[in-house]
């Protein structure tokens, strides 16, 4: 019918125009957005949200879940030049920003980079592990995972010192930090959960992890 514009209807014997068929449709649609809007005003008020039709919500509702959930437009704000020697090769696996600061992981070097916001004041913090990941403990301290030397180092970045170690029973990658604990992926199969001194508290499936999320 799209091809053509028009089909054998065999209940009329006749020929019917795509349009004639779109139109049949959308007046039905909108039959039943009437009828379903009355319904949910009637059974709970608060559940119509002006300029919000029902329309949205029954046709195109994982469309409109995501739609709203992401931004409109991204605008650059900044970028920054991180200058390194002629002939080094940087290669930054990881950022956060605490306060004014900023901190990148210099895998290849084997560093830390500090600087400004900015992108001023550019100083390292050399490693003797390759790091690759990195979350924020406090202002002054950071949290580093070193996947392939299988090494959690906690580093005050005000010092420019390791504070402590922690080993992992696996390769760690991803890393996060909240309410007093560290979030470790571990041989990108199962998460840790443990405290500052390397204790694992529990362990959650990552499998399972990605599901929940998901849902």
């Not at 004041?121 to 995972?145: C, F, G, K, Q």
């Not at 959650?204 to 929940?212: A, D, G, R």
Request: aromatic share 6%; charged share 20%.
């Amino acid at each position: 019918m799209c091809e053509n514009g028009h089909y054998l209807c065999p209940e009329h014997n006749e020929m019917h125009s795509k349009d004639d068929v779109e139109k049949t449709w959308l007046q039905h649609a909108d039959i039943v957005i009437a009828k379903l809007n009355k319904e949910q005003a009637e059974n709970n008020p608060r559940n119509i949200v002006e300029n919000e039709p029902i329309k949205e919500e029954i046709f195109t509702q994982d469309q409109a879940s995501v739609k709203n959930n992401l931004p409109v437009s991204v605008i650059l704000r900044k970028q920054l030049n991180i200058k390194k020697s002629e002939n080094e090769n940087q290669n930054i696996t990881g950022c956060i920003k605490t306060g004014n600061t900023l901190v990148f992981t210099d895998c290849d070097n084997k560093r830390l980079i500090i600087c400004n916001s900015d992108g001023s004041d550019i100083h390292h913090i050399p490693l003797s592990y390759e790091p690759r990941y990195i979350t924020e403990i406090d202002s002054n301290t950071v949290a580093v995972s070193c996947s392939d030397d299988k090494t959690i180092l906690i580093i005050n970045i005000s010092t420019r010192s390791i504070t402590s170690t922690i080993n992992t029973s696996g390769y760690c990658w991803g890393i996060s930090y909240n309410d007093n604990n560290l979030y470790v992926v571990i041989d990108m199969s199962i998460i840790h959960v443990m405290d500052l001194t390397g204790k694992v508290i529990r362990t959650i499936p990552y499998l399972q992890t990605v599901s929940t999320t998901l849902q």
